[in-house]
């Protein structure tokens, strides 16, 4: 066992958006930086076993579903057969592509990586240990502690192979027949999606009263309708219990619904993450958290010890890559000496189902429990003539006006591209923009855009593309 002193700046704690992102900036600014990092690769759950490779295969899994719509529009091809060995390997050379990106951008700005786990002596030193059992102490002046999350394990559920969170799912080792989805949530929709194009027959159960319940119950409702003719939805219902038998996992539960036992051949949990704040030291070194182990940080990201900082899923929701790569240069900001706070109007959530759901601002229910006076325009895709032009008409457009103000409160759109359409409305939220200046905004023809200026426009009274105001 060597032990070898390296003495930086800035020791950073996890390789993922959060974590790399601070490293990267903190060298820019003129310090020296030491990422540490358990997996080889950088890039964390977001691109090893997270966003990135459910991205890739949701788009691999629907070109099934576009095949499928291209005979309305004269085009025909034989059945789709998917080769799963070669969707996993694209999903692969994404992943790799990416993570060697950030391995050359890492050694451009010459951070030092160490691979290996972490866990603090005291406040100014951390001693990594390798594979092999070596360990390096690590002096440091500051600390950004970006460790990320892990997927919530639902208590009693026997362990058995079977039964799978998010990251079992994403290296689709199998492709059940029968798969129970526990949790509605954005993992939950997702994965659904990507193993009913397989071929599994869904089954989700969703204790709140809707999927996706953050967003508005109606701008989900588009994705709802389309799902339930394929999936069995249970929403209000929870499992009780699973038992592992040789063949088949037999489920119970507690629902209105279901009255009876059933039985999968898998099972996915995603019902939500934890964060990873115990186990290397912070503990011990007296590091403030809450009750469900979220670092606490103030608006500068500073913990309760003041030469260290938190980013990212650690210290709290939304659990979001963007969130945690600003919440990483704002800490690598305020280290380096400048003055910086962690003070989005916004972060906006994007479920990547089909039709995607994105979300920024207050959602209609924020609204009606703050009790502000609010305008509301909502836009169907049907009356868009991109929408139509593009098989998307089932799409949704909604935002709310402060009616004191003028100025934008909310947005949603259910449809296809909602996650790069909502990013207008995220600029006009951070901008304070009213709906007289989103409505003056010139929006291309025919493009889906012009459905938030649509939405706009029937708050403002001056649509033309749907009935005037009195006749709606
Ligand atoms: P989630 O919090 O989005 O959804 C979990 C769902 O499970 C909730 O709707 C909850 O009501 C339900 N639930 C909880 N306990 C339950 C039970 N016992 N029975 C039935 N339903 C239950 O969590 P999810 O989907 O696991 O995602 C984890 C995190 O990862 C989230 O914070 C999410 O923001 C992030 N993420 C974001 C993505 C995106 O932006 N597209 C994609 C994947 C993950």
């Given at each position: 066992?060597?032990?070898?002193?390296k003495?930086f700046?800035?020791v950073?704690?996890g390789g993922?958006p959060?974590g790399?992102?601070a490293?990267?900036?903190?060298a820019?600014?003129?310090?020296?930086v030491?990422l540490?990092e358990?997996r080889?690769?950088?890039g964390g759950?977001?691109l090893?076993?997270?966003?990135i490779?459910?991205?890739?295969l949701?788009?691999?899994?629907?070109?099934?579903?576009?095949?499928?719509q291209?005979?309305s529009y004269?085009?025909?091809?034989g059945e789709?057969k998917?080769?799963?060995?070669?969707?996993?390997?694209?999903?692969?050379?994404v992943i790799?592509?990416?993570?060697?990106?950030?391995?050359r951008?890492?050694?451009?700005r010459?951070?030092?990586?160490?691979?290996?786990s972490g866990?603090?002596?005291d406040t100014?030193?951390?001693?990594v240990?390798?594979?092999?059992?070596?360990?390096i102490?690590?002096?440091?002046n500051?600390?950004?502690?970006?460790?990320g999350?892990?997927?919530?394990v639902?208590?009693?559920?026997p362990?058995d192979?079977?039964?799978?969170?998010?990251?079992?799912?994403?290296n689709?080792?199998?492709v059940?027949?029968?798969?129970?989805?526990?949790?509605?949530?954005v993992?939950?929709?997702?994965m659904a999606?990507v193993?009913?194009?397989l071929?599994s027959e869904i089954?989700?159960?969703?204790?709140?009263d809707?999927?996706?319940?953050?967003?508005?119950?109606?701008?989900v409702q588009?994705?709802?309708l389309?799902l339930k003719?394929k999936y069995?939805?249970?929403?209000k219902?929870r499992?009780?219990?699973?038992v592992?038998n040789v063949g088949?996992?037999v489920?119970n539960?507690e629902?209105t619904?279901?009255k009876?036992?059933?039985?999968f051949?898998?099972v996915?949990v995603a019902?939500?993450?934890r964060?990873?704040?115990?186990?290397f030291?912070l503990?011990?070194i007296?590091l403030?958290m809450?009750?469900q182990?979220?670092?606490?940080?103030?608006?500068?990201?500073?913990?309760?010890i003041p030469?260290?900082?938190?980013?990212g899923?650690v210290?709290?929701?939304?659990m979001l890559?963007?969130k945690?790569?600003?919440e990483?240069k704002?800490?690598?900001?305020?280290i380096?000496g400048?003055n910086v706070?962690?003070h989005p109007?916004?972060i906006?959530c994007v479920a990547?189902?089909?039709?995607?759901i994105a979300?920024?601002?207050?959602?209609e229910?924020?609204?009606?429990?703050?009790n502000i006076?609010y305008?509301?325009g909502?836009f169907?895709?049907?009356?868009?003539?991109?929408?139509?032009?593009?098989?998307?008409?089932n799409?949704?457009t909604?935002?709310l006006?402060?009616k004191k103000?003028?100025k934008i409160?909310?947005?949603?759109?259910?449809?296809s591209?909602?996650?790069?359409l909502?990013?207008?409305a995220?600029?006009a939220?951070?901008q304070?923009a009213?709906?007289e200046?989103?409505?003056?905004?010139?929006?291309?023809?025919?493009?889906l855009?012009e459905t938030?200026a649509f939405a706009?426009e029937?708050?403002?009274?001056?649509?033309?593309?749907?009935?005037?105001p009195?006749?709606?």
């Amino acid at each position: 066992m060597s032990e070898t002193v390296k003495i930086f700046d800035i020791v950073v704690v996890g390789g993922g958006p959060g974590g790399y992102t601070a490293a990267f900036r903190a060298a820019d600014l003129g310090l020296s930086v030491c990422l540490v990092e358990e997996r080889e690769r950088l890039g964390g759950v977001c691109l090893n076993e997270g966003c990135i490779p459910s991205k890739t295969l949701l788009h691999g899994t629907s070109l099934i579903e576009s095949v499928s719509q291209c005979s309305s529009y004269g085009v025909t091809f034989g059945e789709p057969k998917i080769d799963i060995s070669v969707l996993l390997a694209k999903k692969e050379s994404v992943i790799t592509q990416l993570t060697d990106g950030l391995d050359r951008l890492g050694k451009a700005r010459k951070i030092q990586r160490l691979t290996g786990s972490g866990i603090f002596k005291d406040t100014s030193t951390l001693i990594v240990a390798d594979g092999d059992g070596n360990k390096i102490e690590v002096q440091f002046n500051s600390a950004i502690i970006a460790t990320g999350s892990s997927p919530f394990v639902l208590p009693g559920l026997p362990d058995d192979p079977r039964i799978w969170d998010s990251s079992d799912a994403l290296n689709i080792k199998s492709v059940p027949e029968k798969l129970l989805i526990i949790g509605g949530g954005v993992i939950g929709m997702e994965m659904a999606q990507v193993y009913s194009a397989l071929g599994s027959e869904i089954t989700i159960v969703e204790m709140l009263d809707h999927i996706i319940p953050p967003a508005d119950k109606d701008l989900v409702q588009p994705l709802f309708l389309k799902l339930k003719k394929k999936y069995q939805i249970f929403t209000k219902t929870r499992v009780t219990e699973i038992v592992a038998n040789v063949g088949t996992l037999v489920a119970n539960f507690e629902s209105t619904k279901i009255k009876d036992s059933k039985t999968f051949d898998a099972v996915l949990v995603a019902v939500g993450r934890r964060p990873n704040s115990k186990g290397f030291g912070l503990e011990e070194i007296g590091l403030e958290m809450n009750k469900q182990g979220f670092i606490t940080v103030d608006d500068n990201l500073q913990t309760s010890i003041p030469n260290f900082y938190a980013v990212g899923d650690v210290v709290g929701e939304p659990m979001l890559a963007h969130k945690a790569t600003h919440e990483g240069k704002v800490a690598a900001e305020n280290i380096a000496g400048n003055n910086v706070g962690f003070h989005p109007e916004t972060i906006p959530c994007v479920a990547y189902t089909n039709p995607e759901i994105a979300w920024m601002g207050l959602t209609e229910k924020e609204a009606r429990k703050t009790n502000i006076d609010y305008s509301k325009g909502k836009f169907l895709w049907g009356a868009s003539g991109r929408a139509l032009s593009v098989n998307a008409a089932n799409g949704v457009t909604k935002v709310l006006f402060d009616k004191k103000t003028g100025k934008i409160l909310g947005a949603g759109i259910c449809g296809s591209h909602a996650g790069e359409l909502i990013h207008e409305a995220v600029l006009a939220l951070e901008q304070g923009a009213t709906a007289e200046e989103i409505s003056n905004t010139i929006h291309a023809h025919p493009t889906l855009s012009e459905t938030f200026a649509f939405a706009t426009e029937i708050v403002t009274g001056t649509i033309t593309d749907a009935l005037p105001p009195k006749k709606r």
